[in-house]
């Protein structure tokens, strides 16, 4: 049987910002997900004051998280001393 371990970290506001974002948009949830009972029960299971931002601030954040990666990707891109090649599956579908 496996040991189970408890953490004491209090994670701060920009922390958890931060996973929320990358969980929205990795999972692909609606920002209105913040909203939702039941989220909002879970995350505050053990820490009555965790602060869940509201839908038009994820999106903002997701936005800002997006504009900042596109520019570090860029970046590495131009930086890159060999060629670099792009290309588009458009024949893939869970159909074939």
């Known amino acids: 049987k496996e040991k189970v371990t408890y953490s004491h970290w209090q994670h701060t506001r920009a922390e958890t910002k931060a996973k929320l974002v990358r969980w929205v948009s990795e999972s692909l949830r609606p920002f209105e997900i913040v909203k939702d009972k039941g989220f909002q029960s879970l995350m505050k299971t053990g820490r009555p004051e965790y ?3 509201s839908p038009s601030t994820v999106a903002r954040d997701v936005r800002l998280v997006f504009a900042w990666t596109r520019v570090q990707i ?13 290309t588009t599956d458009s024949w893939t579908s869970p159909n074939h």
């Not at 860029?74 to 890159?80: E, H, P, Q």
Request: hydrophobic share 40%.
């Open 51 to 53: 602060y869940i931002p």
């Open 74 to 86: 860029a970046r590495m891109i131009k930086g890159y001393p060999g060629k670099v090649n792009f």
